[in-house]
């Protein structure tokens, strides 16, 4: 009996262990921040927390992996007359880290996207586009994400269209020389996973400024993702031609048909699709 109460008590405590590691309640999948602001416990969906903390990083196997599927897409993309670029969207806990809980500590403020960036850049010719940067210098100028939902809102998706323009055009127009106005509250879906915990409203941005000619790019550009590059798409057709959205699981090759651009974009969490789909093969 005393082995028995051993083992049950081994695994409570891996539970207590686990549950404290990735802050996990049992009244939702969102917990609570500083200043009202709401982040996601994405166990099972991502891993907000392990990027975060910076403990998830990759084998040098690992990122020659990705390297080589990315290069094969792109091998792909190019044979068929469009330029190919990968996107990096940052999580919202990478951006606003300013807001999250003290009691979850951080090993390194380096993550595993930055390491991921930096070998790509360094060691291949892929076209990498990441405004991590970029949000997190104005991140206390303008609020770039919903504090009640897990994306950026149309201010952090204007800047990470303009790092894309960068990149496919080579220009790009300052946050601060465009107007947005508040038209609603926006509940968010952090709300909605809380369960029930939280309901806390933040404001939701619309783009109000007149996009000049000379801002403008002639490129059509598909867009290749999760979310945040669908979210993206509304200010991204104000830029571009053309633009059209694609979920990566429902993406197959001919698709690239009479677009200029493949973008490939994975939020911080997803970022094993790099690795685990065969962009190439589809």
């Known amino acids: 009996?005393?082995?028995?109460?051993?083992?049950?008590?081994?695994?409570?405590?891996?539970?207590?262990?686990?549950?404290?590691?990735?802050?996990?309640?049992?009244?939702?999948?969102?917990?609570?921040?500083?200043?009202?602001?709401?982040?996601?416990?994405?166990?099972g969906d991502g891993s907000t927390i392990y990027d975060y903390?910076?403990?998830?990083?990759?084998?040098?196997?690992?990122?020659?992996?990705?390297?080589?599927?990315?290069?094969?897409?792109?091998?792909?993309?190019?044979?068929?007359?469009?330029?190919?670029?990968?996107?990096?969207?940052?999580?919202?806990?990478?951006?606003?880290?300013?807001?999250m809980p003290k009691r979850i500590k951080r090993k390194t403020t380096y993550t595993r996207y930055d390491q991921l960036y930096d070998y790509l850049t360094l060691n291949t010719d892929l076209q990498v586009a990441y405004p991590k940067e970029e949000l997190l210098a104005y991140r206390n100028k303008y609020e770039l994400y919903y504090p009640t939902d897990n994306h950026w809102?149309?201010?952090?998706q204007f800047i990470g269209v303009q790092e894309l323009m960068d990149i496919t055009d080579g220009k790009r127009v300052s946050i601060d020389d465009v107007k947005f106005r508040v038209t609603k509250s926006y509940h968010g879906d952090l709300n909605v996973l809380s369960y029930g915990k939280y309901n806390?409203?933040?404001?939701?941005?619309?783009?109000?400024?007149?996009?000049?000619?000379?801002?403008?790019?002639?490129?059509?550009?598909?867009?290749v993702g999760d979310s945040f590059a669908?979210?993206?798409q509304t200010i991204a057709k104000r830029y571009y031609k053309k633009v059209?959205?694609?979920?990566?699981?429902?993406?197959?090759?001919?698709?690239?048909?009479?677009?200029?651009?493949?973008?490939?974009?994975?939020?911080?969490?997803?970022?094993d699709r790099f690795t685990r789909i065969n962009f190439s093969r589809r």
Not at 202 to 208: I, K, M, P, V
Request: proline share 1%.
């Open 1 to 43: 009996m005393k082995g028995i109460h051993k083992k049950i008590f081994a695994l409570l405590m891996v539970v207590v262990l686990f549950a404290n590691d990735a802050e996990v309640s049992a009244a939702g999948r969102s917990f609570l921040g500083k200043n009202n602001w709401l982040f996601y416990n994405a166990e």
């Open 53 to 99: 903390k910076g403990v998830n990083h990759y084998s040098p196997f690992g990122l020659k992996r990705v390297a080589n599927n990315l290069l094969a897409a792109q091998s792909v993309v190019n044979k068929k007359g469009a330029e190919f670029v990968v996107f990096f969207a940052p999580n919202k806990e990478t951006i606003y880290s300013n807001y």
């Open 153 to 156: 809102n149309r201010k952090g």
């Open 200 to 223: 806390i409203s933040c404001r939701h941005y619309t783009f109000t400024s007149k996009v000049k000619a000379k801002d403008k790019s002639k490129k059509k550009v598909l867009l």
């Open 230 to 232: 669908g979210r993206m």
């Open 244 to 271: 059209t959205f694609c979920h990566i699981n429902d993406f197959r090759m001919k698709k690239v048909k009479g677009y200029d651009v493949v973008v490939w974009e994975a939020v911080e969490r997803y970022q």
